[in-house]
T-cell receptor
Framework: AQKITQTQPGMFVQEKEAVTLDCTYD???????LFWYKQPSSGEMIFLIY??????QNATEGRYSLNFQKARKSANLVISASQLGDSAMYFC?????????????FGSGTRLSIRP | NAGVTQTPKFQVLKTGQSMTLQCAQD?????MSWYRQDPGMGLRLIHY???????DQGEVPNGYNVSRSTTEDFPLRLLSAAPSQTSVYFC?????????????FGEGSRLTVL
């Protein structure tokens, strides 16, 4: 069975500092994908970054990078030079492979607050 | 660009009533899914579909039915509403059933069951 765990319910970070949001996962599929989404207080879900299990390099998208450690089954999101607008809920998600019929499940989220 | 459209955005029901949350996407996406979001619980998968005529249960399917008669539409039916179904419901779609096809979300439907 698939499982996603986010152990940080909330974090406070000073503006312009880097921040790492933790995500660990469990799956028996050899092929899977990992996603991060942002949910501002307005409620919409915003896709940030994707990492495939066979990708050789860690994914990066602007200020977002994914620290993928396959042996540890972790997929942490790193935000460089945080901004006030980064304050939001962040969700890690996983899509399994054939045995999981491609469903996408989410972790419980981390609320990130950026201090000016 | 409509994307994923959910209706209604707000609904109040009494215990035992039934209703349908509508979801339509205009992107020809294969994969569609319904999630509920409760405070502190993240998004939990209710049902999903990998194509017309194909549906499957997610993590919390009890009390909900779905069908997928067309590629575009994926309605979620509450058969007999209960207060425990008070939540925000999100419909989401993806162009692919595998790999890097990220989910595109609707704006959410806030349901209150009294």
């Amino acid at each position: 069975a698939q499982k996603i765990t986010q152990t940080q319910p909330g974090m406070f970070v000073q503006e312009k500092e880097a921040v790492t949001l933790d995500c660990t996962y469990d799956t028996s599929d050899p092929s899977y994908g990992l996603f991060w989404y942002k949910q501002p207080s307005s409620g919409e879900m915003i896709f940030l970054i994707y990492q495939g299990s066979y990708d050789q390099q860690n994914a990066t998208e602007g200020r977002y990078s994914l620290n993928f450690q396959k042996a540890r089954k972790s997929a942490n999101l790193v935000i460089s030079a945080s901004q006030l607008g980064d304050s939001a809920m962040y969700f890690c998600a996983m899509r399994g492979g054939y045995s999981s019929a491609s469903k996408i499940i989410f972790g419980s989220g981390t609320r990130l607050s950026i201090r000016p | 660009n409509a994307g994923v459209t959910q209706t209604p955005k707000f609904q109040v029901l009494k215990t035992g009533q039934s209703m349908t949350l509508q979801c339509a996407q205009d992107m020809n996406h294969e994969y569609m899914s319904w999630y509920r979001q409760d405070p502190g619980m993240g998004l939990r998968l209710i049902h999903y579909s990998v194509g017309a005529g194909i549906t499957d249960q997610g993590e919390v399917p009890n009390g909900y039915n779905v069908s997928r008669s067309t590629t575009e539409d994926f309605p979620l039916r509450l058969l007999s509403a209960a207060p425990s179904q008070t939540s925000v419901y999100f419909c989401a779609s993806s162009y692919s059933r595998t790999g890097a096809g990220e989910l595109f979300f609707g704006e959410g439907s806030r349901l209150t069951v009294l």
